[in-house]
C-alpha cells in the first residue's frame, strides 16, 4: 500500500460521498471493511464512478487483490482471459472473460486514479488485456471447431500458432492507446493456403463463423456484463463483405482500389491474435499499399477532403468548453491524428523512422526529423 499512501494528497475529490459511504456499508455487510489509505483511494473511485461502485459489489474478493498489487492483478486477468479458452461450454467462457474484465478493469482504474501509472501504462494495459481476450475467445472458438473436424490437436494455443487466421488489431487498440470505454476495432483475414477449417466445404463460412463466435463471446451484455464492444467497420469495403476475408482477396483490394484512408488506418495495424506467420506476411505485403512511392494530385486531393469531412462533423466551427466534442470537434483528437498520419504517409515511404503507429510517438518522431517544430509537436 505505499504507492497509494504516497499518492493520497493527489486523489480526486469524491463528487458523490454518498454513493462511496453506500458502498462501504454494503460491502461492510458482506465482511469486506476497508480502512487506512485504501479508503480514502476507494472513496476517490467509488465518488465518481458508478462503474466501478458496480465492480467492487458484484465481486467483492477483487478490492483486496487491486490494492494490494495492481501490476499483479492485471498480470491475473490477462491469464484469467486466456485460460478461458479451456473453458467447458460457451457460457463457461464468457463468464471466464467477464470476470477477467471485471479484475482487470478495477485493478487498472485504481491504479490510475492514485497516480501510480501515467496515461501511457493505463492504454497500454487496457490494450494488453483485450489482447489476451481476443485470444483467449479465438483459441476457445479453434478447439470447437476442431473438435468437430474431429482434428487429434485440441490444444488452443497450437491450433492459433498454425490457423492461418490473422486477427488484426486497429485504430487506437492496434496503436496500444485504448481508453476505458473504447470499442476495439478488429479486422481478420484468412489464408485460404493455411485456413484448413471448413463449412459445407467452403473455408470463408468456417472462418466467418469464427469471426462471429469472437464478437459474441466479448460483446454479448449477459448477466455478467460484456468485455468489449467488437467494431469490424474497417475491413476493405465494409458494407459489402464478409467479416472475414481471404488474404489473397484483401491483398488485390488494396492494391487496385483500397483508399486514402484506410491507408491512414493500417498505419496503427498489428496482429493482435492468430496465426503470427500470416500475419506478419500479410502486413509485409501490403507495405507498398500504405507507403506509396508516388503521391499524385488525386491523392493529395483525397487526404484534403477527409479533412473537410471533418471539418464538416457538427461542433467543428467552433471551439467551446460546454459540450465540445474533445475527439471529433475542431482542435480535437481525430484531427490530430490526422494531422500525424497525413504527414507519416506523405514523408514515410522515404523516411522509415516515421513509420510508427502511436500518435505522440508519431509526434515525436516528425519533431525529431524536423518536420515539426518542439513547440507545436508539444501542443499537438
Not at 252 to 280: F, H, L, S, V
Request: aromatic share 8%; charged share 25%.
Amino acid at each position: 500500500m505505499t504507492g497509494f499512501a504516497a499518492s493520497r494528497e493527489n486523489l480526486p475529490v469524491p463528487f458523490d460521498r454518498a454513493r462511496a459511504e453506500r458502498t462501504f456499508a454494503a460491502l461492510a455487510e458482506h465482511g469486506v471493511e476497508i480502512a487506512g489509505d485504501a479508503r480514502g483511494l476507494l472513496e476517490a473511485a467509488f465518488g465518481n464512478s458508478p462503474y466501478l461502485s458496480r465492480l467492487a459489489l458484484r465481486d467483492r474478493t477483487l478490492i483486496a487483490e487491486a490494492i494490494s498489487d495492481p501490476a499483479v492483478c492485471v498480470e491475473q486477468a490477462c491469464r484469467t482471459a486466456l485460460a478461458s479458452a479451456d473453458a467447458a461450454d460457451e457460457n463457461a467462457a464468457m463468464a471466464a472473460l467477464r470476470r477477467a474484465k471485471r479484475q482487470a478493469a478495477l485493478a487498472i482504474a485504481l491504479a490510475d486514479i492514485a497516480g501510480l501509472w501515467n496515461v501511457d501504462h493505463v492504454t497500454r494495459a487496457l490494450s494488453e488485456f483485450a489482447d489476451a481476450s481476443v485470444k483467449g475467445a479465438l483459441r476457445f472458438l479453434l478447439r470447437e471447431a476442431a473438435a468437430r473436424a474431429e482434428l487429434p490437436e485440441r490444444d488452443g494455443a497450437a491450433l492459433e500458432a498454425q490457423t492461418g487466421l490473422v486477427v488484426l488489431a486497429m485504430g487506437k487498440y492496434g496503436a496500444f492507446e485504448l481508453n476505458y470505454s473504447s470499442d476495439i476495432d478488429l479486422i481478420v483475414f484468412y489464408d485460404p493456403r493455411r485456413f484448413h477449417f471448413r463449412k459445407r466445404d467452403d473455408p470463408r463460412g468456417a472462418a466467418v463463423d469464427i469471426v462471429k463466435g469472437i464478437v459474441k463471446l466479448l460483446s454479448e451484455t449477459t448477466s455478467d456484463g460484456y468485455v468489449f464492444r467488437v467494431d469490424l467497420r474497417l475491413r476493405p469495403d465494409a458494407g459489402a463483405t464478409q467479416v472475414a476475408i481471404s488474404t489473397d482477396a484483401a491483398e488485390a483490394y488494396y492494391e487496385g482500389m483500397g483508399q486514402n484512408w484506410e491507408r491512414a488506418a493500417m498505419i496503427k495495424a498489428r496482429a493482435c491474435a492468430g496465426d503470427p506467420e500470416t500475419g506478419a506476411g500479410f502486413l509485409k505485403a501490403i507495405e507498398p499499399f500504405i507507403w506509396r512511392r508516388n503521391l499524385d494530385f488525386a491523392a493529395i486531393e483525397d487526404i484534403h477532403s477527409i479533412k473537410r469531412q471533418i471539418h464538416a462533423y457538427r461542433g467543428h466551427s467552433r471551439i467551446a468548453v460546454a459540450g465540445h466534442n474533445i475527439k471529433l470537434g475542431r482542435g480535437g483528437i481525430r484531427e490530430i491524428e490526422f494531422f500525424a498520419q497525413t504527414q507519416q504517409l506523405i514523408r514515410g515511404v522515404r523516411d522509415p523512422a516515421l513509420r510508427v503507429a502511436a500518435t505522440i510517438a508519431a509526434l515525436d518522431a516528425l519533431c525529431a526529423r524536423g518536420h515539426v517544430d518542439a513547440d507545436t509537436a508539444l501542443e499537438l
